[in-house]
């Protein structure tokens, strides 16, 4: 079964400008979610989304949003980017079955560079 | 809200000695715990998870880790490590958002491994 596919790899943005990085789950997964990677704040949790609706969200101004398909494929979308958006961007896909140890699995990460 | 604080944010190590990573949870209630890792440039990958059914738990790689509750604790070990495991190593908890019903994890700062020849 292939894993999470995250596209594309690597970007490179000015300041002002947006992005859209998007994701695709494990085949079944119902459950998308992204994180944000940075040296200083570690990973750090950006929202959640299942059957096209955002379930979660952590505490990231308005620029970020995402959004999810039928077809479970997610999209997460960074408006008037700042320097300090950089980052490794990471979506992980889970089945969903409602328990909390269930095993989210990560994509290789899109690695966002901001000019 | 839970959280997860991983002591040392680097352990170098000479290769074949023991690896012991830290992991130490705060949680009200009983927590379910991971351990990932990250090698360079790429994204994470599940070395193990506690879901209370056993408190010592067995991964991949080799690697195995204790749930004390006791102790609040989670540490990672490896009997001898190999070149191969230099990485970066991140502790997570399950955290539920009420009313939800979504799950996401809150992560360590993570500890970078060095094995040294």
């Known amino acids: 079964k292939a894993g999470v596919t995250q596209t594309p790899r690597y970007l490179i943005k000015t300041r002002g400008q947006q992005v859209t990085l998007s994701c695709s789950p494990i085949?079944?997964?119902?459950?998308v979610s992204w994180y944000q990677q940075t040296p200083g704040q570690g990973l750090q949790f950006l929202f959640e989304y299942f059957s096209e609706t955002q379930r979660n969200k952590g505490n990231f101004p308005g620029r970020f949003s995402g959004r999810q398909f039928s077809n479970s494929r997610s999209e997460m979308n960074v408006s008037t980017l700042e320097l300090g958006d950089s980052a490794l961007y990471l979506c992980?896909?889970?089945?969903?079955?409602?328990?909390?140890?269930?095993?989210?699995?990560f994509g290789p990460g899109t690695r966002l560079l901001v000019l | 809200a839970q959280s997860v604080t991983q002591l040392g944010s680097h352990v170098s190590v000479s290769e074949g000695a023991l690896v012991l990573l830290r992991c130490n949870y705060s949680s009200s209630v009983p927590p379910y715990l991971f351990w990932y890792v990250q090698y360079p440039n790429q994204g994470l990958q599940l070395l193990l998870k506690y879901t209370s059914a056993a408190t010592l738990v067995k991964g991949i790689n080799g690697f195995e880790a204790e749930f004390k509750k006791s102790e609040t604790s989670f540490h990672l070990t490896k009997p001898s490590a190999h070149m191969s495991d230099a990485a970066e190593y991140f502790c997570?908890?399950?955290?539920?958002?009420?009313?939800?019903?979504?799950?996401?994890?809150?992560f360590g700062k993570g500890t970078k491994l060095s094995v040294i020849p």
């Open positions: 085949s079944g997964h119902r459950s």
């Open positions: 997570a908890v399950s955290d539920l958002r009420s009313g939800a019903g979504s799950y996401q994890l809150t």
């Open positions: 992980a896909s889970s089945t969903d079955r409602g328990q909390m140890a269930e095993t989210q699995y």
